[in-house]
């Protein structure tokens, strides 16, 4: 049987990272995991349970909210993929707000939060055969991985494209305003203290500004074939 992969996919907000990986997944038949939704799902929870107040976050109540926070994907045949549950509710369609996006850098910031989740998140990899997007994959998640590809592409590229998929998801918004998150993200996840977003000294770029997502699993596969005759 060949030997199943651990592969590392981070870079910034909004330039494709998901597609990508459920492509390589779904071609590789592997599991996807969708570590920004984890982060998501957190924030959602202390959105709901008024743990972020006027630009203030109860980093204890956080803390101790943790330990009632169950994450699960669950597969929807319908989507051909899956969906983020909190606590056994499909909240696949709320992490997705602007407004959950406006809040998750802060609380990705939170030590305890990124401890709990990093552990399941290497749980989720423990039978290999495994995609896991986000931004400290291949550094922190799983440093060992067999593959570590780090994504990037211009602002104004990765703006639009998550205008059209929020607009896919009938979620009102304009261009500027989501530029603007994108580029506040970016500037948080790459200079926070914990993990900060940064490319592993053995990782591949892949910068995507004028690929297609066919072109880009063209390039995965040369990149597997060229590793597989390596070693
Ligand atoms: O990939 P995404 O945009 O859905 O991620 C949402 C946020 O979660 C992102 O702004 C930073 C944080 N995040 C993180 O800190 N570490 C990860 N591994 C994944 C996401």
Redesign the pocket.
């Known amino acids: 049987m060949e030997k199943k992969l651990i592969i590392a996919i981070?870079g910034y907000?909004?330039c494709g990272?998901?597609t990508f990986a459920k492509s390589i997944a779904k071609l590789l038949n592997y599991i996807y995991i969708?570590?920004?939704?984890?982060?998501?799902a957190v924030t959602l929870y202390c959105m709901r349970n008024n743990l972020i107040l006027n630009d203030e976050i109860n980093r204890a109540g956080i803390i101790e909210g943790l330990k009632k926070i169950n994450i699960e994907f669950l597969h929807n045949p319908e989507l051909e993929g899956d969906e983020t549950f909190l606590n056994g509710e499909n909240v696949e369609r709320e992490i997705r707000s602007l407004e959950v996006?406006s809040h998750?850098?802060r609380i990705?910031m939170i030590a305890e939060v990124?401890e709990r989740?990093v552990e399941l998140?290497q749980k989720m990899g423990e039978g290999k055969g495994i995609v896991m997007?986000?931004?400290?994959?291949g550094t922190v998640?799983f440093p060992e991985a067999d593959i570590k590809i780090f994504m990037t592409a211009s602002a104004d590229i990765r703006a639009r494209r998550r205008l059209d998929e929020l607009k896919g998801k009938s979620i009102v918004t304009d261009f500027d305003e989501v530029r603007k998150n994108i580029v506040a993200?970016d500037i948080?996840?790459e200079n926070?203290d914990i993990?900060p977003?940064r490319r592993a000294d053995d990782a591949v770029i892949l910068d995507n500004s004028r690929m297609t997502v066919e072109e880009q699993m063209v390039w995965f596969l040369q990149m597997l074939n060229k590793m597989q005759n390596e070693s």
């Open positions: 981070d907000s909004s990272k998901s969708d570590s920004g939704a984890m982060y998501r996006a998750v850098s990705s990124r989740l998140q997007d986000g931004r400290d994959i998640v993200r948080a996840d926070r993990s977003l």
